[in-house]
């Protein structure tokens, strides 16, 4: 059994509490243009997620800690949980961002009296095919043997739309090295956590807090079809398509994601819950 333990958070600001919880393979450093836009008006906590960041000296291998199924994306979402508590707030717009979407459909499973609000940004409700089981698994044995510098090259392509590729070269650098600075053991146990992941699919037609769903038009690894679906299926959810960005939105096309965040976070107060 495998304890929750607090993670490590940038905590800055002051106002409403809004969590973001960053994708896989980076760390909350990713959130850096959406701290500087919300610090002004929100209180922003961006933890690391186990392994990653700084958070590395929590790393927890699924395979080695013997979690199976839920068990390690809940385990996440119990560290969210304990750093609510830490940090004496009851409840919290929680947004995250593919992987930190996983997360959020967790929170949402095992502590949903906790969430004011939920962003969902570049993410999927479903589960993995048993064929994406197979390739996470297959990578994260290949990272682990041959280390974390395959994995800007194998994951550019999913992580970045083409047009931040062809014309971002800075943003492609940044993420790059966001990848490189992380452990390897980090991304081979987030892989296997991530792939047993249960489908929130059904979770979405109950979901009674307000929603925003965001999704770069150039995602392909949960693309806009897919989000256009996840939206219409979460009673009175908001849909925002960011163009000329693709998965990872809020670094490549950070105006946009900043706007859609700050005005869904400054409209809470007029939604009845
Ligand atoms: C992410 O950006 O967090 C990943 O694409 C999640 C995944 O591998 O499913």
Not at 5 to 25: E, Q, T
Not at 133 to 143: K, Q
Not at 237 to 242: W, Y
């Given at each position: 059994?495998?304890?929750?333990?607090v993670?490590?958070?940038?905590?800055?600001?002051?106002?409403?509490?809004?969590?973001?919880?960053h994708?896989?393979?980076?760390?909350?450093?990713?959130?850096?243009?959406q701290?500087?836009?919300?610090?002004?008006?929100?209180?922003v906590?961006?933890?690391?997620?186990?392994?990653?960041?700084?958070?590395r000296?929590?790393?927890?291998d699924?395979?080695?800690?013997?979690?199976e199924?839920?068990?390690?994306?809940?385990?996440i979402?119990?560290?969210?949980?304990?750093?609510?508590?830490?940090?004496?707030?009851?409840q919290?717009?929680?947004?995250?961002?593919?992987?930190?979407g996983?997360?959020?459909?967790a929170f949402?499973?095992?502590?949903?009296?906790?969430l004011?609000?939920?962003?969902l940004?570049?993410?999927?409700?479903?589960?993995d095919?048993?064929?994406?089981?197979r390739?996470?698994?297959d990578?994260?044995?290949?990272?682990?043997?041959?280390?974390?510098?395959?994995?800007?090259?194998?994951?550019?392509p999913?992580?970045?739309g083409?047009?931040?590729?062809a014309?971002?070269?800075?943003?492609?650098?940044?993420?790059?090295?966001?990848?490189?600075e992380?452990?390897?053991?980090?991304?081979a146990?987030?892989?296997?956590g991530?792939a047993g992941?249960?489908?929130?699919?059904?979770?979405?037609?109950?979901?009674?807090?307000?929603?925003?769903?965001?999704?770069?038009?150039?995602?392909?690894?949960?693309?806009?079809?897919?989000s256009?679906?996840?939206?219409?299926?979460?009673?009175?959810?908001?849909?925002?398509?960011?163009?000329?960005?693709?998965?990872?939105?809020?670094?490549?096309?950070?105006?946009?994601?900043n706007?859609?965040?700050?005005?869904?976070?400054?409209?809470?107060?007029?939604?009845t819950?």
């Amino acid at each position: 059994m495998v304890e929750p333990v607090v993670p490590p958070a940038l905590v800055d600001g002051d106002g409403p509490p809004v969590v973001l919880v960053h994708a896989f393979p980076v760390d909350g450093r990713m959130w850096a243009p959406q701290v500087a836009a919300l610090r002004g008006r929100c209180r922003v906590i961006v933890p690391d997620v186990r392994g990653f960041g700084t958070a590395r000296g929590q790393l927890t291998d699924p395979l080695e800690a013997g979690l199976e199924g839920s068990a390690w994306v809940d385990l996440i979402a119990d560290d969210l949980a304990l750093l609510l508590d830490e940090l004496g707030l009851e409840q919290v717009t929680l947004a995250g961002l593919s992987m930190g979407g996983y997360v959020a459909f967790a929170f949402l499973r095992r502590h949903p009296e906790r969430l004011r609000a939920l962003a969902l940004v570049d993410t999927k409700a479903t589960a993995d095919t048993e064929q994406a089981v197979r390739a996470r698994l297959d990578m994260a044995g290949r990272v682990l043997a041959e280390g974390v510098g395959i994995v800007p090259e194998l994951m550019r392509p999913a992580l970045l739309g083409r047009t931040t590729r062809a014309g971002r070269p800075g943003v492609v650098e940044q993420v790059t090295r966001l990848i490189l600075e992380q452990d390897r053991r980090a991304v081979a146990a987030a892989q296997r956590g991530m792939a047993g992941r249960p489908d929130a699919t059904g979770q979405l037609g109950s979901i009674r807090v307000p929603v925003l769903v965001v999704v770069g038009a150039e995602d392909q690894p949960t693309p806009p079809a897919a989000s256009r679906s996840m939206a219409a299926a979460i009673p009175g959810a908001r849909l925002v398509e960011v163009p000329e960005a693709g998965h990872l939105a809020g670094l490549e096309q950070p105006e946009e994601v900043n706007r859609a965040l700050y005005q869904f976070v400054s409209e809470l107060g007029h939604f009845t819950q």
